[in-house]
Each structure stands twice: as C-alpha cells, then as structure tokens.
C-alpha cells in the first residue's frame, strides 16, 4: 500500500536524486542480504552511469551485464575479467532476433560534443546526431541483437534482484522480449524519455508486472510492493533528523 505523507517541494530537486538512488539500492541490499544478481542491458563501459561497479566489487553483488557497442563492451569487459560473479556479453536485446545497425559518434566528435555522455549508442541514428553534426561525424556498426528470453535461457537465468535498460530509446523493445514478472526483480529502472510513446508502453509494463512506476534521478523506476528494505537511518540521516543536526531553511 502506498501512503500519500504530504507534498514536498525543495528548492534544488536534483540534489535529492544521488541519495535517492542510493537508498534504493540499498534498499535491494539488505532486503536480499547481499545477495543481489543484477540483469544490466547498456551497461556501458561499468564506470559511468548508474553507481554499480562499487556493489559488484565491495557489496558481493553479481551480474549479468549486456552491451552492444564494441568500445564500451571493451571497456566493461576488462572491468570484470577477473570477477567470478559479473558476466559480460557484447549484443543487443530487442524484440527481434537480428543484426541491427548501432549507431555512435565518431572519437572526434564526442570530443567535441563534452556535454553529452561519451561513447553513446542507438539504434535510433536521429538520437546519436548532434546539431551541426556532419556525415562523417556519424559512424554505425553491426551488432547482433537477440530477444532477453534467449539470452536467459541459454544461461539458465531464472531471477533477478534488479534489472536495469539503458538502450537508447529501444528500451519498450527490450521490456518486451521477455516476461518481465518471471524474474521477479525487487527493483527495475528504466532509462526512458518522458511523454513518448515509448514511455507510455514502458510504464504499462511495468504495471502489468505488478511494479509501482516512479521517477528518480532520469530513471523510470518499478517498484515491486514490500520488496525492499527501507533504509531509514539513511533517510533521516539525509534530511539531517539526527539529534542536534539543524534543520535546512525552507
């Protein structure tokens, strides 16, 4: 069940959104005890993005992580390849089984472009261009994509703690190549575009999974009801509720 306690309204948003995060993680933490597998589509290179990579080496977390782009799948896999709980798989995930052509900035015009994200990928290629962008500032590369339940079964992955996509406005198809509630993950995040098509479907599964959609920190996130532990010394410790710590001025 879910209690309204109020409206709350601070005056810088965004800042709430690294410790909010955290708390949810932390939450699947101790919920599962540690024992946390996280299914990750775009993963990057493992060091930017979502704050996971100090879960995999410090928390015991384990993993299957999936990218599709060559340089970033390069980058994670040196992360891990001395970890004997974190996988790592250079592919795409869709609704379709196919080679698809992924499209990225070249090295020289992410230089360029330092207010974006590196090394960002779609198979969208209007997503990856930039104003001003001329042809050869595109490149585009073949990667095969398979459908989630595939993957799954050829691993014999039956469950997951947390899911996280990150696939650059395909993430509807990616929700969709799998039985979502199957998995039952106490936690999914979604890194999807608000008021698009796509959101609309990625919220609809979410809810048909039986997850609570929220937003956090630009994530779509699905809730599973009573499946994570709250931590509330984290919580009262942020809002600064401890004894003889003052209050922040509204």
């Not at 990218?67 to 709980?85: I, V, Y």
Request: net charge negative.
């Amino acid at each position: 069940m879910i209690r309204d306690l109020g409206p709350y309204a601070p005056k810088r948003a965004h800042k709430l959104n690294p410790p909010l995060l955290a708390m949810l993680l932390n939450g699947v933490h101790d919920h599962h005890k540690g024992q946390v597998f996280v299914l990750q589509v775009g993963a990057g290179s493992g060091q930017v993005g979502l704050p996971l990579l100090q879960r995999f080496q410090d928390d015991g977390w384990s993993g299957l992580l999936i990218e599709p782009l060559p340089q970033n799948f390069a980058e994670l896999d040196a992360l891990h390849k001395d970890s004997d709980r974190v996988a790592v798989l250079n592919l795409g995930i869709s609704d379709v089984s196919a080679n698809l052509l992924l499209h990225s900035l070249s090295p020289e015009a992410d230089a360029r472009n330092r207010r974006i994200p590196l090394n960002r990928a779609s198979l969208i290629r209007d997503r990856i261009a930039t104003p001003g962008s001329a042809e050869d500032d595109l490149l585009a590369v073949e990667v095969p994509f398979l459908r989630m339940d595939t993957v799954l079964g050829e691993l014999g992955i039956d469950s997951a703690q947390l899911v996280a996509i990150n696939a650059g406005g395909h993430e509807a198809q990616v929700l969709q190549s799998f039985d979502l509630a199957a998995l039952d993950p106490a936690l999914v995040m979604v890194h999807s575009t608000p008021d698009t098509a796509s959101d609309d479907t990625c919220i609809a599964t979410l809810t048909t999974a039986g997850l609570y959609p929220f937003r956090v920190a630009g994530w779509l996130m699905g809730l599973a009801p009573g499946r994570l532990a709250v931590p509330l010394e984290d919580l009262l410790t942020f809002f600064r509720k401890g004894l003889g710590a003052t209050e922040d001025e509204e």
